[in-house]
């Protein structure tokens, strides 16, 4: 594979044996070591997040604005990163020509961090993902959930000289873990309230199910973006850049392949981009 060969030339081949686990940006003129970052969402708790949601799975039937546009557009996203898979699939989207958005959370590693300002030099947009991805906290009130995405944003303009303006609710904009934090409708008062500071959210429309299991078959991940891509001529697709995500590292290049073989173009995601949410809190 192509992709493969220029990616060892680089020093990014895909670690098979390791354990994982520009627009809608502004310019701008406490953890210990890698080993000891929290993790962000045990297996468990991702089957059983993604498993609630018969839409993450197997596509969704919701109305959108995509109908009636004839351009075909594909926004691919990658949650959770920076990780030891990150210098894989900018390997890979570098090599396939495309770019991409990254909703990343905190690290405290200078090795990780290193992978914001290199996100965005390769011309993708880093989305804001919260700092500590802790639904238990996050989702307590929304004074915890701005007090976490403006910590994640203070150093993200530290390190790559960008503050997103976009970002993506953990879990998506109607995860059900929420409500054990902060009552059934936290989410929609959250969404209102970061609407109205200035922020855009995205959801997905396209899952590639790679959270349903700590490490899906590849075969399985390419399966969902072809089926959940049919009849849809703008999709944002969810996938992971997370340390045990390497199928999702090996199906990527198949993917990209195979969406431009149905005449997507692929962009990346701004406020005035296409947009898709779970949840519309009223005004």
Not at 63 to 77: D, F, H, I, W
Not at 135 to 146: E, F, H, K, N, V
Not at 221 to 239: C, D, E, F, H, P
Not at 262 to 272: D, P
């Amino acid at each position: 594979m192509v992709w493969l060969i220029l990616c060892v030339l680089a020093g990014c081949s895909p670690e098979k044996g390791e354990l994982h686990t520009s627009a809608g940006q502004k310019p701008i003129a406490g953890k210990a070591s890698y080993g000891e970052e929290e993790p962000i969402l045990s297996g468990f708790q991702m089957i059983a997040e993604y498993a609630a949601k018969p839409y993450a799975i197997v596509g969704t039937d919701q109305p959108s604005p995509e109908q009636g546009s004839r351009k075909k557009k594909a926004y691919l996203t990658f949650d959770d990163g920076p990780s030891r898979q990150t210098k894989h699939i900018l390997c890979i989207l570098r090599e396939k020509g495309v770019k991409a958005t990254f909703f990343v959370t905190g690290k405290s590693s200078p090795e990780l961090q290193s992978y914001y300002k290199l996100i965005v030099n390769e011309g993708h947009n880093l989305g804001n993902h919260t700092y500590s991805h802790k639904y238990s906290y996050i989702y307590s009130s929304i004074g915890a959930y701005r007090k976490d995405t403006e910590k994640l944003n203070d150093l993200l303009t530290r390190t790559a000289g960008v503050r997103p303006d976009i970002f993506r609710f953990p879990g998506g904009s109607d995860n059900h873990l929420s409500r054990k934090a902060g009552g059934r409708h936290i989410m929609a008062k959250i969404a209102r309230e970061m609407t109205n500071i200035g922020y855009q959210y995205f959801d997905w429309n396209v899952s590639s199910t790679d959270a349903a299991a700590v490490t899906l078959p590849k075969q399985d991940i390419l399966a969902s973006v072809r089926t959940n891509s049919r009849g849809k001529n703008q999709i944002i697709v969810l996938m992971h850049d997370d340390d045990h995500k390497t199928t999702t590292v090996e199906a990527l290049p198949e993917a990209i392949d195979w969406l431009k073989k149905q005449g997507y173009q692929f962009e990346t995601l701004s406020k005035s981009s296409f947009v898709f949410q779970f949840l519309h809190p009223p005004g």
